[in-house]
């Protein structure tokens, strides 16, 4: 019986079926062979574009139009990408106003601190 999982979800690391007819007919589907939905090679190609570009912006928007709900059982190097992506996005909101304050703030502060010691 041909039975068996031949194939392996790049993006969830699930094994499916790719059957020999899906193989040839992979000028239709070529997402069968890598990973095991539809939804799932949306992901893989934003992350493929993404490791080319290097471009967050393009990359979340991309990642916006796909189903992360299942996000945790995602191959740890896919979740690795993905809290790259996005725990950028959190920062880049934050730093312009509060952070980049809050570290002049410091560092004159411990500039105060070592002239007492020196006295
Ligand atoms: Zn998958």
């Known amino acids: 019986m041909s039975e ?4 392996k979800c790049d993006i969830c690391g699930k094994s499916y079926k790719v059957c020999k007819a899906c193989q040839g007919t992979y000028l239709y589907q070529p997402w069968r062979t890598v ?5 799932h090679y949306a992901i893989y190609l934003a992350l493929t574009e993404y490791s080319n570009t290097k471009n967050k912006t393009i990359a979340r928007e991309e990642l916006s139009k796909c189903d992360l ?3 945790d059982t995602f191959n740890e190097n896919i979740k ?3 809290d790259e992506i996005f ?9 312009p106003k509060t952070l980049s304050k809050k570290s002049s703030t ?6 105060q601190d070592k002239n007492k010691n020196i006295e």
């Open 106 to 111: 410091t560092s004159t502060k411990i500039k």
């Open 35 to 39: 990973v095991d939905t539809r939804s």
């Open 80 to 82: 690795i990408v993905l």
């Open 87 to 95: 725990n950028d996005e959190k920062k880049a909101d934050i730093e």
């Open 69 to 71: 709900s299942e996000r």
């Open 4 to 7: 068996q999982y031949n194939a």
